[in-house]
């Protein structure tokens, strides 16, 4: 079981919209509708942001956005804020009962 | 308000087993509405599922992980358990606690505990 690939960072200027992916393949991210997204800040613990590709649990903002197609899910944050610098990452179901996250994606705000 | 807080030794030998306790408050433990997950995360790096229970009879390890872990529950105290056997200083981590709704395969992870460091050091 390999974790997600996630690209290390990103960064976007306040205002903007940014994509982060999250590859895997036909025996995770491609195989079910079944990842989730989790926001990290500093010292603090993971938060979730989406779930089951694309559902917002109540309090984040529409801001966030998931989707997938194939093995590849992203997550897409529209007007980018200061408040949305932290790590973000993926995590998806794969078989057997198993879980696996991606390995993070650092997001900077300029 | 849901809460779950981690608790265990800070500090565990090489090839000994690090031990944990999650304790569960706000809501009932034995509701059968959720998953009960232990997660690390190694200084700097990033997130690992360790594993996931349901029940005392119901349980999911991280296969890389499989032959040294094992997850229990005491419903009568609120709490969930974590052991590692054989660990090194690769088992160095924040280790948290999170619940997930029974009903998603995604298994949303909605409450976490704040972590707690375990260093494995002699």
């Known amino acids: 079981q390999s974790a997600l690939t996630q690209p290390r960072s990103l960064s976007g200027s306040p205002g903007q919209s940014v994509a982060i992916s999250c590859t895997g393949t036909s025996s995770d991210v491609g195989g079910y509708s079944y990842v989730s997204w989790y926001q990290q800040h500093p010292g603090k613990a993971p938060k979730l942001m989406i779930y089951?590709?694309?559902k917002r649990p109540s309090g984040v903002p529409d801001r966030f956005f998931g989707s997938k197609s194939g093995s590849t899910a992203s997550l897409t944050i529209s007007g980018l804020q200061a408040e949305d610098e932290a790590d973000y990452y993926c995590?998806?179901?794969?078989?057997?009962?198993?879980?696996?996250f991606g390995g993070g994606t650092k997001l900077t705000v300029l | 308000q849901v809460q779950l807080q981690e608790s265990g030794p800070g500090l565990v030998k090489p090839s000994q087993t690090l031990s944990l306790t999650c304790t569960v408050s706000?809501?009932?433990?034995?509701?059968?509405?959720?998953?009960w997950n232990w997660i690390r995360q190694p200084a700097g790096k990033g997130l690992e599922w360790i594993g996931r229970l349901y029940t005392s009879e119901s349980k999911a390890y991280n296969p890389s992980l499989n032959s040294r872990v094992t997850m229990s529950v005491d419903t009568s105290k609120s709490q969930v358990f974590l052991k590692l056997n054989s660990v090194t200083a690769a088992d160095t981590a924040v280790y948290y606690c999170?619940?997930?709704?029974?009903?998603?395969?995604?298994?949303?992870?909605?409450?976490w505990g704040q972590g707690t460091l375990v260093t494995v050091s002699s």
């Open positions: 999170a619940r997930a709704l029974v009903g998603s395969g995604s298994m949303p992870l909605e409450y």
């Open positions: 089951d590709v694309d």
């Open positions: 995590f998806s179901y794969a078989g057997t009962y198993t879980w696996v």
């Open positions: 706000g809501d009932s433990i034995s509701s059968g509405s959720y998953y």
